[in-house]
């Protein structure tokens, strides 16, 4: 009886799986154009499953050993289940490679299931409590009706009471993993996320790469479109597809910041919102965590209807710092920070949403080309009894100091001086723009006026095309993230991009100083127990780990870690311009950062970032101190002697 009835179940869960691909791939084309190549995705789709996702899944051993076991196990045994099942295939060797695909699939399912007995909090309930139940279902009973081709039982075996088991164990678990898949249910990301995987807009992250800098935003639109994201359907349709890919896994919810905080956001429950306008309804089925201070089932949305007027809430987008830990965390290489800021936009330069501070930053940024409206002819001050050259009367110098807006800040002068003490004890030749240097634009950007950003950046590309220089280097990572990372794209005529382009952090040059010599350092042995703040636009954003490390450990320092460290360490709260907009929430994130670093033991807590030293000193008394690695290494500086005069004439 089964025999002759599983082939037509599965050749209609088949029929009902391609109609359900096809509903979601409209869906998905219903966003804007976005060029991919499809032939090439799909086949490098293989290896970004099974190695870059790897990478990010296999930080958690069990999940990742459980994933493989689940999920390969599934993919291999439906193939075989097609061939021997559904084509009937006579093959011994077919049978039992079945039997062995389930059995995998089971033992994974399994853990799964233990998991769920008692989820952590940051798991979606709902349905996919379920899904364990199903995964079981589905490898128990596939397992038990191969056991005849696999001559372990006498065919026909399976009738009556039995029979009926079977077959509505095969309806369920079918019906899980081929309708689900298709239509709705836990399984939707399989079928979404292989795709996203093949067609991500950031293929550069695979293969080891890097790619974190904002898409540059087209200013120049037909009447009808709006600049930034007001809608579902203005998403690109790779960016549909990649919040389908979701698991609700919630990783991305654990380390957030703003989430942590108690501020409207939970970055999870966002992108299920995207999912719940890109094919319309509301969130009454969603079974995570909410957004702090925010009920479940009020959000409602459609492709075509403005995402911030029903669906999530203009506080929910401005709380969050940029920092990328949810994208780095995401097991689906999922961008929400993309999607972010893409919303922001539309607030920003079609509607002058922006709160807090923000619009008078910005009306700053336009007038006086620094985000607190000092006067740009005061830029250079701070360097009045530095005595370092300009690059206007100089013209050419190996390293060019972009000084950034810590030049109007007294505590970051402090960070900057002892930078340039650094780079003259090194001999370093180096220039500074002085007044010629303008805003980087960060902020501009995060808080989504990509036109401001865009001004400031041109005008600073063509400053710089003037000049000759080999390196520039900055104690800002946000500085340092733009120049690196997204003034390129505004630079195909600058010259600057064909004549090579390299951006140093200040810890970085620092480091190779150190290394060849050029400074040499006194141990730090007054300092007691010391740990190190990695900036999230240094680490996340740029990869940056080891060298401020490394300069750190040239003085003797062995660093007590934070638990929240290297690509995990938690934001300042100082990115992606919150404490501009300034959403509240239950407390402050550079608390909850310093109560990391009291965990520690730490009495000084060594920085590589302006605007992590404000958010951290920012901080109630008592506390560790706090100083930039520059400040360090400037106190630590052993004076080389130099060779008289006469002695150099010998040695000539």
């Not at 061939?83 to 079945?98: E, K, M």
């Not at 919810?253 to 999870?268: D, R, S, T």
């Not at 807090?356 to 607190?372: C, F, R, V, Y």
């Not at 141990?523 to 740029?542: I, K």
Request: proline share 5%; net charge negative; glycine share 10%.
């Amino acid at each position: 009886m089964l025999e002759s009835v599983i082939p037509w179940l599965l050749a209609g869960f088949i029929a009902v799986l391609l109609a359900g691909m096809l509903r979601r791939i409209r869906l998905w084309r219903a966003g804007q154009p976005e060029k991919v190549d499809l032939v090439a995705g799909l086949m490098a789709m293989p290896r970004r499953y099974l190695v870059d996702l790897h990478h990010v899944v296999e930080r958690d051993k069990v999940m990742s050993n459980t994933h493989v076991a689940t999920a390969g196990g599934f993919v291999a045994s439906m193939i075989l289940i097609i061939l021997v099942h559904g084509f009937g295939l006579d093959s011994t060797i077919l049978a039992w490679a079945l039997l062995a695909t389930t059995a995998m699939m089971f033992v994974g399912a399994t853990f799964v299931y233990r998991r769920r007995v008692n989820p952590p909090s940051r798991l979606s309930k709902g349905p996919w409590m379920r899904l364990p139940k199903s995964l079981l279902t589905f490898a128990a009973t596939f397992f038990i009706v191969t056991l005849p081709a696999a001559g372990v039982l006498p065919e026909g075996f399976g009738s009556g009471v039995l029979a009926f088991i079977l077959l509505a164990g095969i309806v369920a678990g079918l019906g899980e993993m081929l309708f689900g898949m298709g239509w709705a249910g836990p399984m939707k990301h399989a079928f979404a996320g292989a795709l996203h995987l093949a067609f991500h807009r950031r293929s550069e992250r695979f293969g080891g790469g890097r790619s974190t800098g904002l898409k540059l935003l087209d200013l120049d639109i037909s009447k009808g479109q709006t600049l930034g994201v007001a809608k579902p359907a203005d998403f690109k349709w790779n960016q549909l597809l990649g919040f389908d890919a979701c698991v609700q896994c919630g990783r991305c919810e654990a380390m957030c910041p703003a989430f942590a905080a108690g501020q409207p956001l939970n970055p999870k429950k966002l992108i299920q919102d995207m999912v719940v306008g890109l094919a319309g309804g509301t969130d009454a089925k969603y079974a995570g965590s909410p957004y702090p201070g925010k009920d479940v089932g009020n959000a409602t949305g459609s492709p075509v209807e403005v995402i911030t007027e029903g669906l999530v809430s203009q506080e929910t987008l401005w709380s969050c710092t940029t920092c990328r830990a949810c994208v780095e965390e995401c097991p689906m290489m999922i961008e929400h920070v993309d999607a972010i800021v893409d919303m922001r936009r539309f607030l920003t330069l079609e509607q002058g949403s922006t709160p807090g501070k923000g619009s008078e930053t910005l009306q700053n940024l336009i007038a006086t080309d620094n985000p607190n409206g000092n006067d740009p002819q005061a830029r250079g001050w701070w360097a009045a009894d530095q005595n370092i050259p300009l690059m206007s009367e100089k013209k050419e110098a190996d390293v060019l100091f972009w000084v950034s807006d810590g030049a109007f800040d007294m505590r970051s002068q402090r960070i900057l001086r002892s930078f340039v003490k650094i780079l003259k004890a090194a001999n370093v030749d180096f220039a500074f723009l002085g007044d010629e240097e303008r805003d980087c634009g960060d902020v501009a950007r995060r808080l989504g006026d990509d036109a401001t950003f865009q001004s400031l950046a041109k005008r600073n590309i063509a400053t710089l095309s003037q000049y000759k220089f080999k390196r520039i280097v900055t104690t800002d990572p946000h500085a340092f993230h733009c120049l690196k990372n997204e003034y390129p794209d505004l630079m195909e005529d600058s010259g600057l991009l064909k004549n090579g382009w390299e951006v140093l952090h200040h810890t970085r040059l620092i480091n190779e100083l150190v290394a060849e010599g050029k400074i040499q350092l006194d141990a730090l042995t007054s300092a007691g127990t010391v740990t190190y703040h990695d900036p999230c636009y240094l680490g996340r954003y740029n990869g940056e780990y080891d060298a401020p490390r490394d300069v750190l450990k040239a003085m003797g320092i062995e660093l007590a870690e934070m638990e929240r460290s290297g690509f995990r360490s938690r934001c300042c709260g100082g990115g992606g311009a919150a404490p501009i907009t300034d959403i509240p929430g239950e407390r402050r994130i550079a608390d909850m950062r310093m109560d990391d670093i009291r965990e520690t033991g730490a009495d000084l807590v060594a920085v590589g970032c302006q605007q992590c030293t404000a958010m951290l000193e920012g901080v109630v008394e008592p506390r560790p101190e706090v100083q930039d690695i520059a400040e360090i290494v400037a106190a630590q500086l052993v004076e080389i002697e130099q060779p008289s005069e006469s002695i150099a004439k010998e040695v000539a």
